[in-house]
């Protein structure tokens, strides 16, 4: 069965600072993984995707990602953080024409 | 592209009444949407596979009598919460997968809060 981990319940950050979000995975083959972002009583939003290819993935929001086979990571980066990062962020895996698991969470306070 | 809305964003209701919460794909087809649980400050629960024109699968410990499934076009899947109780209340999130899509990523709506008196 596939599992995802976000060590980091929550995490704050200074504004302007850099942000790492930690996201582990457990999965038999080579997942599709995912970082989405929720703000407060809103939907999710995709920031990236990996599906193959280039470990180094861009995102929007001036987000990246880096797929680590060996580590089974997928950490998700930002190097300055604004004000309006602050927000809860979703790791998921899943197969492909499969179900999305999704890691707990993790909540992003940025200090002004 | 790829706009997935529900319909209504809050509804509060009185325990014991029925609850239909709909999810729609905008812009696209999608054979397949999935409804997930948020309890406060959680993670995402899945609570069902909605597939267009078949049964809906629930997740292991998901009472399917008490949140029904339908999927009767490829942009329309509903929940419907039967006999609500208190402990039904919850942020309602539905997704839908492009048909067209090589792959299995998910477009997620806003979300529906519910609230059971």
């Known amino acids: 069965a596939q599992s995802v981990t976000q060590p980091d319940i929550h995490i704050t950050v200074s504004e302007g600072a850099s942000l790492e979000l930690r996201c582990n995975y457990s999965?038999?083959?080579?997942?599709?993984l995912f970082w989405y972002v929720q703000s407060p009583g809103q939907g999710l939003q995709l920031l990236l995707k990996?599906?193959?290819?280039?470990?180094l993935v861009q995102g929007i929001k001036g987000f990246e990602a880096e797929f680590k086979r060996s580590q089974s990571s997928f950490n998700l980066r930002k190097p300055s953080v604004h004000w309006s990062d602050a927000a809860e962020y979703f790791c998921a895996v899943g197969a492909a024409g499969n179900k999305l698991t999704f890691g707990g969470g993790t909540r992003v306070l940025v200090k002004p | 592209g790829a706009v997935v809305s529900q319909h209504p964003s809050r509804v509060i209701c009185k325990s014991g009444t029925s609850v239909k919460i709909e999810c729609r794909s905008l812009d696209f087809q999608a054979t397949t949407m999935f409804w997930y649980r948020q309890f406060p400050k959680q993670s995402l629960m899945l609570m069902a596979t909605?597939?267009?024109?078949?049964?809906?699968?629930?997740e292991q410990g998901v009472e399917k009598d008490k949140f029904l499934i339908n999927h009767a076009s490829l942009t329309l899947s509903t929940l419907t919460v039967t006999s609500a109780h208190p402990e039904d209340s919850s942020f309602y999130i539905c997704?839908?997968?492009?048909?067209?899509?090589?792959?299995?990523?998910?477009?997620f709506g806003p979300g529906t809060r519910l609230t059971v008196l």
């Open positions: 999965y038999g083959a080579t997942p599709y």
């Open positions: 909605s597939n267009e024109g078949s049964k809906a699968t629930y």
């Open positions: 997704s839908a997968r492009d048909r067209v899509a090589a792959s299995n990523e998910q477009f």
């Open positions: 990996y599906f193959s290819g280039d470990t």
